[in-house]
């Protein structure tokens, strides 16, 4: 157990979340940090990782000692010449998930308020008209990418025309935003850092001649239910506080739910037997979902900083700590979910998972990412139930510390239409 003053327990020093074992696996190393440290000093992150699902929970709900103001900052520090691009061209500022009271309550009403239900549950016959129309280019195939085909394509899809985003610039707009995950949690390389920070840029320009070309010519979409606000009150919401909001939807709202459909279905065609579960019960799909997005959460990892000195689990951590919440722990304590390393679609609790947070930083298109993940299983079981995941494939995971999910996930279609 760590010292309770000093945080120092076996595995300081050891814990690397971008280790080749880690990726492939976490769990295991997961389980060994909540046994033997649950909270201590990694001096080689610079950050206190916490594992367990009750401090992570209490983190995420506490705000007032613990702050989102480093939730974006760059995992790893930048080289010189990506943070010369970013100053001179990326003008983002703390607006959703790296902002604080009374800013963050201010904006988030507005952001709620846009993304609502009668938009969201709108979109089920946009999701299932796509997903129908990405099952089709696939059906008669033996062989195929379920990321490549389905799951990277369908939530860009959505949230592109949800945000109101011409169709004619999706392809270009992903090529924009492609190893973002690694740039901001992971390891990139000076060259790699430049070539990314470059196309941030670019991106941060879009998103801001959009939002001002929408701005005079308004329609039924996201921005514009953001534009109605700031025309209603510009003192309320300005135009760049919507243009920062653009552009992290935009981003996290299509990787995250890419990656939790990804790994749901990995893990339900491992498991063979629930997979033929839910192609014979379809009312199992919601619990499926809740399960597979407590097993493997699209967001691994989340950050906080402490505002003063604060006991977290027994050991005292002082202010202006970096905090790493590993969500992927949380989700597999077993003082939460009993026997949590067994995948179980009739789990009862699956729901009391953190994949979308807590308290005021709490995801609001999570019911947007639900429902993309049951449109997508009730249309896959419904269609090609003999889906077998391809047996001479090696899934390889996204080599960063915050979003996982399989890269590629190929599988066999034994019974091509």
């Given amino acids: 157990m760590p010292n309770s003053s000093t945080g120092r327990c076996p595995v300081q020093g050891r814990f690397d979340p971008l280790a080749p074992d880690y990726l492939a696996d976490p769990y ?13 000093y990694e001096p080689r992150l610079d950050m206190w990782p916490v594992t367990r699902h009750e401090d992570v929970k209490r983190i995420l709900t506490d705000h007032e000692s613990f702050s989102g103001a480093i939730t974006q900052t760059p995992f790893y520090p930048l080289a010189p010449q990506a943070k010369e691009i970013l100053d001179a061209g990326f003008h983002a500022t703390p607006t ?27 979109l089920e016959p946009v999701i299932r008209a796509r997903t129908t129309e990405l099952l089709d280019g696939v059906a008669g195939r ?22 109101g985003f011409p169709e004619s610039d999706w392809d270009g707009l992903k090529a924009l935003a492609l190893n973002r995950m690694a740039f901001t949690w992971g390891r990139s390389t000076e060259d790699e850092q430049v070539r990314i920070a470059g196309r941030m840029v670019e991106y941060w ?23 109605r606000s700031h025309l209603a009150d510009p003192a309320a919401l300005s135009v760049e506080e ?66 003063r000195q604060v006991d977290i689990g027994g050991v005292t951590v ?49 019911p947007l990412a639900r429902l993309e993940m049951r449109v997508v299983l009730e249309e896959l079981t419904a269609r090609l139930p003999h889906l077998r995941l391809a047996a001479d494939e090696v899934v390889r995971y996204h080599e960063n510390a915050c979003f996982r999910g399989p890269v590629r ?7 091509p239409v």
């Fill in 242 to 307: 919507i243009v920062n909001v653009i552009h992290a939807v935009s981003f996290a709202g299509h990787e995250t739910t890419t990656n939790a459909s990804s790994s749901t279905l990995q893990r339900l065609l491992t498991h063979r037997e629930q997979w033929e579960e839910i192609c014979a019960d379809p009312s199992l799909i919601a619990n499926a979902v809740e399960e597979g997005l407590r097993f493997d959460p699209s967001l691994h990892t989340w950050r906080k900083i402490t505002t």
């Fill in 96 to 122: 959703v998930s790296n902002c604080d009271p009374p800013k963050h309550t201010r904006v988030r009403a507005f952001n709620v308020k846009a993304f609502s239900a009668r938009r969201v549950a709108g």
């Fill in 205 to 227: 320009r879009y998103c801001t001649d959009f939002v001002a070309a929408r701005k005079e010519d308004l329609r039924d979409d996201f921005t514009s239910e953001l534009l």
């Fill in 28 to 40: 295991p190393a997961l389980a060994a940090l909540r046994e033997e440290g649950p909270v201590f």
């Fill in 142 to 163: 033996s062989r195929f990418d379920l990321v490549q085909e389905l799951t990277a394509p369908l939530p860009a899809t959505i949230v592109f025309s949800l945000i």
């Fill in 318 to 366: 002082p202010a202006g700590a970096k905090l790493l919440l590993l969500l992927g722990s949380a989700n597999h304590d077993p003082a939460r979910f009993p026997d949590p390393d067994r995948f179980d679609v009739h789990r009862p609790n699956s729901q009391q998972h953190l994949t979308f947070g807590r308290g005021i930083h709490a995801c609001f298109g999570a």
């Fill in 409 to 415: 996930l190929w599988v066999d279609n034994p019974a």
